[in-house]
């Protein structure tokens, strides 16, 4: 492949990695954010928004387009009671202290990895793309004046693109519910400092469980978005997992516009770094970018350092 | 329930009479079914069963050939226990799940060994896994039959208890399948392969013989086991590339082809495949409309042919695999019909080999070996209905026809078959020498 296209397609491939990063990115960050509970089982969530999709789809048995539509709603918020379900039965009780949570979550991504595994079972299953339209793309060249031509290979898919605008407009809503509504004043106010929100009339507990929920439901939503082009698999949550901390790390715990910057860096970074090099040389350096955001920024490159 | 006669094991040992009477009631199949167990394999020496440990990748990696694998091995196994078992005693299949890890298969290996008390295990496929738990199963003495296809067993880097009778392996398929690339799709090949053991078969194999049909490899991209997203692969493959050959395994192998369509859009080059790539997916999957006209390699034709044997037909029936290669149950879980008539085979080898050994107990199990070793032409029949092969005993390795299949009106037709000796090649070990 030419260099121009393989530029673009490498970049195309970054940009819907970076999308679906970023969703379950600030899920895991605005719970770490406003709670300070490190969630390990976010991938887990993640895997149950694709496992969930299937059941959806595959329930409703309907078209594809409006199947799909149903999963997109449906697996996001039952994923999400879950999640609320599982603050105020498990996180509640340990007072959120951070490295009991941390335990408790561990325990919580073998326990939904393994039910997973036993109602679902090991294999990957589909879901059909709601529209499958191949799109070529052109490019110019510069062949006795400027010339158009389809380069074989350089194209992405209808479905693609509506998975990166997708994501762009929940995050563009996300960051309008935490600016500019009363949820989000409330959600602000906790992450600010629990205790006098507590002390405002703020239902700290209820605005815990509501995190948690809109956390596991952001990778729910990331989870359903993708099986159309992944399939949906009990193990997929690890790598998403990993993924998450790393952008999360680098953009700094808590700060919703690092992580957002920081999936568009790493995203499109292992996008261009896979396609040009390998994909293993893209995950050592974002591992290698990790441990030295943390040893030189610990707060990540847009976080606060703690007071 | 009609009532059976109360015998005790003793009586119908030791005494002829009984013994006479028991036979008369076997001839009836329908009463014997009513017999209690011990009663129906009451002619053997011993009436205690023979135990074979079958490795599954029920979880991780490998799950829907696990799955596979463990309902051949169980109609198998009903099948010889239908006909009196092994050596008159009734054979009982132990399970274990080794979750595509090879770590894990070592210690499922161990387990079968102490634990289990198995006579011997079989039935491991990923190459990976064979290659970690091969060693293991070595050290403790425990005859090993892997339906890996691995080129592991043959190119002497396991030891004398690991053999592969049931399946041929990676190098004799791509030999056999050279000259049909070469002869017929085009001399520019870029190989797309799994990046570990199993692959580096395909690697290692392919480009030589490659060249000796005149044609040329012109790139290789390695795919890590795990990957998920594929479409960065495919940006590497060469402009001047005429035939993709192919070949991957894990969970992700519909969307490894779902992409490759996506790819090329509507100029694709001549594409070979491995059925790897696509074993127990549907061949009607939403998006795989582009795989129409290209070919693939098949161990075993997945959709019933028009001259399909009999042996075909029967062993379809008895595992339950309908004609288009998925489960009489449930049309949508498709089999991996290409691979899973090894554990068919390789248990009827076991009780071949048991039988001929006289085999007792674990310390008959170098006389097994000893006997497989001795094997040779298995000629097609209802225990190897795959078709003839020929086992060689030095390395330890099975070997057999191919066969390649075009994707036509949605379905594979079977448009050439190898013979055994096209994938032949000089051996490369002889365990018989090696010490027990």
């Not at chain 2, 969970?251 to 490759?260: D, Q």
Request: aromatic letters at 10%.
């Amino acid at each position: 492949m030419e260099f121009g296209p393989h530029l673009m397609l490498a970049v195309l491939e970054g940009a819907l990695q970076a999308a679906v990063l970023a969703l379950m990115a600030s899920g895991l960050s605005l719970v770490f954010g406003v709670m300070r509970v490190v969630n390990v089982a976010h991938g887990e969530f993640y895997m149950l928004g694709a496992v969930g999709a299937w059941g959806v789809t595959s329930f409703l048995g309907i078209s594809p387009i409006l199947g799909f539509a149903a999963a997109l709603v449906v697996a996001p918020v039952l994923v999400g009671l879950l999640a609320a379900a599982v603050d105020v039965t498990v996180l509640k009780r340990l007072s959120y202290d951070p490295e009991r949570t941390i335990v408790a979550t561990i325990g919580l991504l073998y326990v939904l990895q393994q039910a997973t595994l036993m109602t679902y079972g090991a294999d990957a299953r589909p879901v059909a793309e709601p529209f499958s339209a191949r799109i070529a793309l052109p490019w110019v060249e510069w062949k006795d004046g400027l010339q158009l031509f389809w380069p074989w290979g350089l194209y992405t898919t209808g479905y693609r693109l509506f998975v990166i605008a997708a994501a762009v407009a929940v995050l563009v809503g996300l960051g309008l519910v935490m600016k500019h509504t009363r949820l989000g004043l409330m959600m602000r106010a906790t992450q600010a400092d629990g205790e006098i929100a507590a002390a405002f009339g703020i239902p700290v507990e209820r605005v815990y469980a509501m995190v948690f929920g809109l956390g596991a439901g952001l990778a729910a939503l990331a989870g359903v978005l993708i099986v159309p082009i992944t399939q949906a698999h009990y193990l997929m949550g690890g790598d998403a997992l990993l993924m998450s901390f790393i952008v999360v790390i680098i953009g700094g715990l808590g700060s919703l516009g690092g992580t957002l910057v920081a999936a568009v860096l790493i995203g499109l970074s292992e996008g261009v770094i896979s396609v040009f090099f390998s994909p293993t040389l893209a995950k050592i350096l974002a591992t290698l970018l990790v441990a030295f955001v943390l040893i030189f920024r610990p707060q990540g490159l847009f976080g606060k350092a703690a007071r | 329930m009609p009532k059976t006669p109360i015998l005790r094991p003793e009586d119908t040992i030791h005494s002829p009479s009984r013994r006479a009477a028991l036979r008369t009631l076997g001839a009836g199949g329908a009463a014997a079914a009513t017999l209690p167990l011990w009663a129906r394999y009451a002619g053997a020496q011993s009436a205690a069963p023979i135990r074979l440990g079958f490795e599954m990748h029920a979880t991780g990696i490998g799950a829907a050939y696990g799955r596979w694998y463990e309902r051949t091995s169980i109609a198998a196994v009903k099948a010889i226990n239908a006909a009196g078992g092994i050596n008159g005693r009734e054979v009982v299949m132990v399970t274990e799940d080794d979750g595509t890890d090879p770590k894990r298969a070592a210690e499922v290996v161990e387990k079968f060994a102490t634990q289990h008390k198995v006579d011997l295990a079989f039935g491991t496929l990923f190459s990976n896994v064979v290659m970690a738990a091969a060693p293991r199963a070595g050290e403790l003495k425990m005859p090993y039959f892997v339906v890996s296809e691995g080129h592991h067993v043959a190119s002497g880097k396991l030891n004398r208890w690991t053999v592969q009778p049931g399946i041929t392996d990676v190098k004799s398929q791509v030999l056999a399948m050279a000259p049909f690339v070469a002869g017929n799709l085009g001399k520019k090949v870029t190989m797309i392969y799994p990046d570990y053991a199993f692959g580096y078969d395909h690697r290692d194999n392919f480009p030589p013989a490659m060249k000796a049909h005149g044609g040329e490899v012109i790139a290789q991209i390695a795919i890590p086991p795990t990957e998920t997203s594929f479409t960065k692969y495919f940006a590497k493959i060469p402009r001047e590339t005429e035939v993709i050959y192919h070949v991957l395994v894990g969970p992700a192998v519909l969307t490894f082809v779902k992409e490759m369509g996506e790819f090329f859009g509507p100029s694709r080059p001549e594409i070979f495949g491995f059925i790897d790539s696509i074993e127990a997916v549907d061949l009607n999957s939403p998006g795989l409309e582009f795989l129409e006209g290209t070919y693939f390699w098949e161990g075993n034709p997945r959709y019933a042919q028009k001259d399909q044997t009999a042996f075909d037909k029967a062993y379809r029936k008895a595992v339950g695999v309908d004609d288009n290669g998925a489960s009489v149950a449930d049309p949508k879980d498709v089999s991996t019909y290409a691979h899973m008539f090894g554990c068919w085979e390789t248990l009827y080898i076991i009780k071949q080999g048991m039988e001929a050994a006289g085999y007792k107990d674990a310390g008959d199990r170098q006389k097994l070996i000893e006997a497989v070793e001795e094997i040779g032409k298995i000629p097609a029949s209802d225990q190897h209905p795959q078709g003839d092969k020929v086992f060689n005993g030095k390395t330890h390795q099975v070997f057999g026809h191919q066969y390649v299949s075009k994707v036509a009106k949605g379905r594979l037709d079977v448009v050439h078959t190898s013979t055994i000796e096209d994938g032949m090649y000089p051996d490369e070990v002889d365990y018989t020498t090696q010490s027990f």
